[in-house]
C-alpha cells in the first residue's frame, strides 16, 4: 500500500539524528506541537506523522498493528530516523517495529499497553460492542477524548486546534483500528520478554494515573531488562506529549539509571549501539526526562 503521509518536521534537515514521532489513537501529528517546540530538541530534527485511518488521514488496507508496524518502518527509513517515539497506539506500533526487527533504533514508549489486563475493562468492552453497534463506540470513545482536552495546559487556541483534528476521524475507520489493537493486546502474551529480548535502549514512560499502566509480571520483567528504563511522571495525566511538556512534574525511574548528559556535545547511539555511551535528554518538561543511552 502506498501511503501519503500527513508529515510534521521541525529542525535541520542535516541533524545528526533524526527521530520518528507516531500520535496516539485519533491523534494527529500535530498533537507533538508542544513536543516538537521544546528547546532541548532544537538541534534534532524530529518528524511526526499521522498514522493511517486516523485524524482523518486515509485508511490502510490492513488495520493490523504488524501492517502499520511495516509501513511505518518504511517511513522511518525513508525519513532516515534511527530513532522512534510512540503514544498509546502509536507505542503499540513502535513495539511492533521493534519485536519484528523491522527497527534498530532506540525507542521511548509512552502510556503503553502490553495485554488486556493493561487497558481499563470498560474500554474493552466498549470496542467489544462495536460487533454489535457497528461505529457508534469508536464515535463515542472519539468524543471523549476530545471532551478531555480541556484539561490540557495550554491555550484556548490550541485546545481548539486538538479538538479539530478528533473531529476528523470516521468512525468507520477508527472502529477497525481499536478492533485490532486489541485484537494485538490479546496475542500479547511474552511482550515483555520479547521487547526485552530485542535488545535496543528503550524508555517507557507512564504517569501515575490517567494512561494506563503494566501488569506486575511486565514491569517486572522490564526492570530486570538490562536496556529497558521505566519512567514514571508523578500526578494524573492523559495526553502525555501535550501534558507532560512544559509541566514541572519531576521524575521517578526504576531499573538501570541511565547516563546524563545533554544532547550539546553528545548524539543518540547508533541503531547497533556501536561507541561510547553517548546519550541526548529529550525533557518531557520540568524535570521528567526521556534519556536515550547506549550505556
Known amino acids: 500500500m502506498e501511503v501519503d503521509w500527513d508529515l510534521r518536521e521541525t529542525g535541520p534537515p542535516d541533524a545528526e539524528h533524526t527521530v520518528l514521532l507516531l500520535p496516539g489513537g485519533s491523534c494527529a501529528a500535530g498533537s507533538y506541537a508542544e513536543v516538537m517546540a521544546e528547546p532541548a530538541l532544537a538541534e534534532m530534527r524530529l518528524v511526526a506523522a499521522t498514522l493511517p485511518g486516523n485524524a482523518g488521514a486515509p485508511p490502510p488496507d490492513d488495520y493490523s498493528i504488524e501492517n502499520y508496524a511495516r509501513l511505518t518502518a518504511e517511513l522511518a527509513s525513508e525519513v532516515g530516523a534511527d530513532v522512534v517515539v510512540g503514544f498509546s497506539h502509536g507505542g503499540s506500533v513502535a513495539i511492533e517495529m521493534i519485536v519484528s526487527g523491522a527497527f534498530k533504533g532506540p525507542a521511548v514508549l509512552l502510556g503503553i499497553s502490553l495485554s488486556p ?3 481499563p475493562a470498560f474500554f474493552r468492552a466498549l470496542v467489544r460492542l462495536g460487533g454489535v453497534l457497528g461505529s457508534l463506540p469508536a ?5 471523549g477524548a476530545a471532551l ?4 490540557i495546559p495550554v ?3 490550541r485546545q481548539e486546534e486538538l479538538r479539530e483534528d478528533f473531529r476528523k476521524n470516521v468512525p468507520r475507520h477508527v472502529m477497525p483500528t481499536l478492533r485490532e489493537y486489541v485484537r494485538w493486546l490479546n496475542r500479547g502474551e511474552g511482550r515483555a520478554e520479547r521487547l526485552c529480548q530485542a535488545g535496543l535502549p528503550t524508555w ?5 494515573k490517567g494512561d494506563g499502566d503494566l501488569t ?6 522490564l526492570e530486570a531488562c538490562p536496556n529497558a528504563h521505566l519512567v514514571t511522571i508523578p500526578g494524573s495525566v492523559f495526553f502525555l506529549p501535550n501534558e507532560g511538556t512544559g509541566a514541572d512534574r519531576g521524575r521517578h525511574r526504576r531499573g538501570r539509571r541511565p547516563g546524563r548528559l545533554t544532547s550539546q556535545g553528545a548524539g543518540i ?9 553517548r546519550a ?3 525533557r518531557l518538561g520540568g524535570e521528567a526526562e526521556w534519556i536515550c543511552d547506549g550505556s
Do not use: F, N, Y
Not at 478531555?148 to 484539561?151: D, I, L
Not at 506486575?216 to 520483567?221: K, L, V
Not at 547511539?269 to 555511551?277: D, H
Open 117 to 119: 489486563k493493561d487497558e
Open 139 to 143: 464515535a463515542v470513545l472519539v468524543k
Open 148 to 151: 478531555m482536552v480541556k484539561r
Open 155 to 157: 491555550s484556548a487556541e
Open 204 to 208: 517507557i514512560v507512564h504517569a501515575e
Open 216 to 221: 506486575g509480571d511486565e514491569r517486572q520483567t
Open 269 to 277: 547511539p547508533s541503531p547497533r549501539g556501536v561507541g561510547s555511551a
Open 280 to 282: 541526548a535528554r529529550m
